[in-house]
Each structure stands twice: as C-alpha cells, then as structure tokens.
C-alpha cells in the first residue's frame, strides 16, 4: 500500500508547451484545483511586461483573500518579474537577463523552504530560449526538489533536456487561430 | 475604425480537443480572465458524473460569491447534467441521452436569452460522439447564436465539422503521462 501512496503522492512536473493557445491557460486552470485542496499556490511569471496576466492575477488575488478571511482553499502567492509596479512597460529598458535571475532565484528559494505544494512557472522557457538562465542550473534545481512539490512549467519551445525530465508533457497544438484571419486579441480571451 | 472594433470583440468558438491534458483546464482558465472583466460565465458539464470538476467548482463557487458580495468580477452559472445532489454515482443507472438532452436545452435556452458573454461545454465532445446529441442542431445553435457569446467546447475526438467552425481550434496533444508509467491521479491535480 505505500507504494500506492508514494505513486498518487508523487511530485509531478509538468510541461505545457506548443505553439497553440491554453499553456498558461491550463496551468491557471490547474491552480484551481490546488488551490481548493487547501494548498499553498506560487505562481512566478517569468515574461516580458506586456504579456502578463492580469485576469488571472485578479481572480487568484480575490481566491488568496479568500482563504486569508475564511480559510476556505489555500494561500496564493504571485510573483511578476519585471512587470512592477510602474506600469506595463516599466521593463522595457531592464537587463531582461537580470530580472530573470532574480526571479529564479526567489523559485529556488521557496522549492528549498518547500513553501508551495504547487509551483506556477509561467513561460519559464522563454528565459530558458534566450539562454537568460542556465538549463542545467534549473534542471538540478527542479529535478531534486524536496518532498512533494508539484512544478507547472510554461512556454513555447520547452527544451529537449526538460521535455526528458518531466512526468507529464503536453504540447498545445494550434489547429487553427482567428488571428490567422485577421482578428486581434481582446480582453476576457487573451488576457 | 467599426471594422477593427467588431474584430476585436468578435464572439469566439473555440475547441479544445486532442487526447492530452489541459482541455478543461485552459477552458476553466480561460473562464478567469471572463470573470476578471465582469462578464457572466456559464458552465455546462456534459460529462458522466465521475469526472467533474470538483475543485474548478469550488473556487468557481468562491469567485461567484465574490462577485455577489462585492461586485468584483462577473456572475458564474454551473450546471452539471447528471451528477445531481445525491452523489457522483447518481448517474450510473439513468439515461445518459436524457442527461445530455436536458442539458443541452439549458445552453439553448441561455445562448437565445444572451445570459452569458462565455460559455464553456465541458465534455461537448462525448455526448456528441456517442450521438446523444444531434451534431446538426448543435452547429446550428453555436453558429447562429446571437450577439457577443464566447463558447468554449472541449472534449477529446471534436467532430471535424464542429473544427471547421470554429475560430480557434488547440489539440492538446499529449507527448507524455505519468499514467503512462504506473502513477495514478491525485487530488489537486488531476480533479
């Protein structure tokens, strides 16, 4: 029975990559869950400022209130690199490589106090691409993790080595987007 | 300038199918940007009663009750056809056909009384395929359907009809799964 256990306890980490929509999507969707099983959420956004993710970001801003008033679910916290507080395009003129350093490491920081049951890395492979951060380094990091801490990463053109590592890959496959036909992003679907 | 508006806020068919993981997920993710601008959500569940969505509608639940003691965010309306009140297994034994008929006039009913701004079908797909629901009548419905009304469909195996039209089709394709080597679903994650 407790290899049962050790296998239904098992700390997963996840890959949502591909050239379709839903990757992050998904790994919002998922956060959903944990957070309604009580667990503790982060969620660390490794993108450029104009990309983020502010209708997400509302609706587990309000789930965190929740629980801090209720205790109904889990504790959620969200980390934004770069974005700050200025503005959307505070980060424009940043070292893009040094504010992604700063975030991977508050990602190790907190897998090391084992602070979360359920880590958001959201487009971590765009940091990895432009080589911003060291694959290895992450590797290392993700795959000896302690306990059970369940890892989302996120982003088109997830690396080969980490496709290899992880127990679940999924690759949103675009069959067809109305931006092909001419239409733009609106507010509600995109972000 | 009309032109770019209505291509902005052009109403969206989006399928989510393939035989991967995240197809509910990014569609309940995608519900939390809807919220985030105040619109009315609805979600219909046309699955069998075993596979819900148990911690999606706990937060849901949460979100909603945001909405109704604060104003935050937008009103969520969830229908499960067939999982009733008495229990998961409620459903074994009565008629899945009926079940999915009933809830289809729900989302009839809704989509000609413009209630909500998106919708999301869970598990369209499955009534579909068995033939519970007539593929006609449903593209008949979603394509005519009147104003601003976002529909979300998932559901592996997605008729090729209903790819065709939609806006916005995502395979989830699935590259690899920890069920694949033994591991078995846990709360949190899979539910």
Do not use: C
Not at 94 to 109: F, I, K, N, P, T
């Amino acid at each position: 029975m407790s290899g049962t256990r050790e296998l239904r306890h098992a700390s997963r980490l996840i890959v949502h990559t591909g050239e379709g929509k839903g990757k992050s999507t998904a790994a919002f969707g998922l956060g959903l869950r944990a957070w309604a099983q009580g667990w503790s959420v982060g969620v660390f956004q490794f993108v450029k400022s104009g990309s983020w993710r502010p209708g997400e970001h509302a609706a587990y801003t309000a789930l965190d209130e929740i629980h801090r008033t209720t205790g109904q679910g889990g504790p959620i916290e969200w980390l934004t690199m770069g974005a700050g507080r200025t503005g959307l395009r505070a980060t424009q003129d940043v070292d893009q490589q040094a504010l992604s350093r700063a975030g991977w490491a508050q990602v190790v920081d907190r897998l090391a106090a084992q602070t979360h049951r359920l880590y958001i890395l959201d487009e971590l492979n765009h940091p990895l691409a432009k080589g911003w951060l060291d694959l290895d380094e992450v590797l290392d990091v993700l795959t000896i993790r302690a306990g059970v801490q369940h890892v989302v990463v996120t982003g088109r053109g997830a690396p080969q080595r980490l496709i290899e590592a992880a127990d679940l890959v999924t690759d949103m496959t675009k069959v067809k987007h109305p931006f092909d036909k001419g239409e733009r992003g609106q507010a509600g679907i995109e972000w």
